[in-house]
């Protein structure tokens, strides 16, 4: 990993279609229960079509993703931002660029830009994150 030039993009990661059931697992790991999420006729009464996913399965899949390809230790800073909801049946593909890369004498440090879209091309959500290689890996 710390052969990474700015402008490479680590292979996607796609998963889906998205279940209710995915919702109200994360749901019940989170301890997050918001109706809004398992029950249609809750969403639909908030104005929505029906349940949708919950933002924060998405960001924590690839935050997962980032730790397992990096090394847990090795994240330094993440956050993300939410553009529009995911649905039963998005399939959703997880996109992590090298945006900035310098080293010092021990390390060599990654800021990359982070997307997940739906399958639609549309983003779910963005972010950026900051990733430390020691120099000897």
């Known amino acids: 990993m710390s052969r990474l030039a700015v402008g490479e993009q680590l292979p996607l990661l796609e998963e889906g279609p998205l279940t209710r059931t995915d919702f109200v697992r994360y749901q ?18 908030h104005g929505f079509p029906g349940v949708f996913a919950v933002g924060m399965r998405q960001a924590g899949v ?9 090394g847990p230790d090795c994240i330094r800073e993440f956050s993300v931002r939410f553009e529009e909801q995911a649905w039963p049946g998005d399939i ?8 900035t890369r310098y080293s010092t004498v021990d390390s060599t440090f990654f800021e990359l830009d982070l997307l997940a879209t739906r399958q639609s091309g549309s983003p779910h959500l963005t972010g950026n994150a900051k990733v430390c290689m020691a120099a000897n890996k």
């Open 28 to 45: 019940g790991a989170s301890g997050d229960m918001n109706a809004i999420h398992h029950d249609d006729e809750l969403a639909r009464s």
């Open 62 to 70: 690839l935050a997962s993703y980032l730790a397992d390809t990096f």
């Open 92 to 99: 959703i593909t997880y996109q992590v660029t090298v945006a």
